[in-house]
């Protein structure tokens, strides 16, 4: 059974600038979660989404968004980059609620 | 808001040692879970603890959940250098999965 899937795994972004993330999650998973990584806040919950709603949101600025498409895969995007959004950004995948979650590798944002 | 806070940070001990994390939660959680991550690695699931006083074990691994369910620990026994890794409690407090993770515990261990 393929693990969760997460691209791109490295991007440099400017400041100012925009990306978007992607999770293919586990077959038969229909709940997605997003987390930031970083040495100093560790981490942080940002959004689950469960059957293309967002059941879960963190305490973070709306700059952060995400989205879940029927098929389960999630995109996260993140508008007006900052310095300080440079992280690893982890997706984890779960097949019910209150169950483990399965994490992918991660996408690693570095903004200059 | 909801914290959950764990201790040690660090952790350095010669293999054969023992060692032990523990969490507390600043409210009642629902269940608990416990994560480790490798170096360079993403987070793996230990194990999830739901019951008041619960007490689960896995091979070397003790984990336990506080009868007030607001606390936890992970007692590793014998340490070898495969268990180097930074251990993660990660709290559950609704429906869903919003996890609260504390701050991990990193385990360094001197063969």
């Known amino acids: 059974k393929a693990g969760v899937t997460q691209t791109p795994r490295y991007l440099i972004k400017t400041r100012g600038q925009q990306v978007t993330l992607s999770c293919s999650p586990i077959?038969?998973?229909?709940?997605v979660s997003w987390y930031q990584q970083t040495p100093g806040q560790g981490l942080q919950f940002l959004f689950e989404?469960?059957?293309?709603?967002?059941?879960n949101k963190g305490n973070f600025p709306g700059r952060f968004s995400g989205r879940q498409f029927s098929n389960s895969r999630s995109e996260m995007n993140v508008s007006t980059l900052e310095l300080g959004d440079s992280a690893l950004y982890l997706c984890?995948?779960?097949?019910?609620?209150?169950?483990?979650?399965?994490f992918g590798q991660g996408t690693r944002l570095t903004v200059v | 808001g909801q914290q959950v806070m764990q201790i040690p940070q660090y952790q350095h001990v010669q293999e054969g040692e023992d060692f032990t994390t523990y969490c507390n939660s600043s409210?009642?959680?629902?269940?608990i879970q416990w994560y480790k991550q490798r170096p360079g690695g993403h987070p793996v699931f230990l194990i999830q603890?739901?019951?008041?006083?619960e007490v689960k074990k896995q091979k070397r691994l003790t984990f336990q959940f506080g009868e007030a369910k607001k606390n936890s620990s992970l007692h590793i026994t014998a340490t070898q250098t495969t268990d180097v890794g930074t251990y993660f409690c990660?709290?559950?407090?609704?429906?869903?999965?919003?996890?609260?993770f504390g701050g991990g515990t990193r385990l360094m261990v001197k063969p």
């Open positions: 990660a709290g559950l407090y609704n429906a869903g999965n919003m996890l609260t």
């Open positions: 603890l739901v019951k008041s006083g």
């Open positions: 077959s038969g998973h229909r709940s």
């Open positions: 409210t009642t959680l629902s269940n």
């Open positions: 984890a995948s779960s097949f019910g609620a209150n169950t483990e979650a399965f």
């Open positions: 989404y469960f059957s293309e709603t967002q059941r």
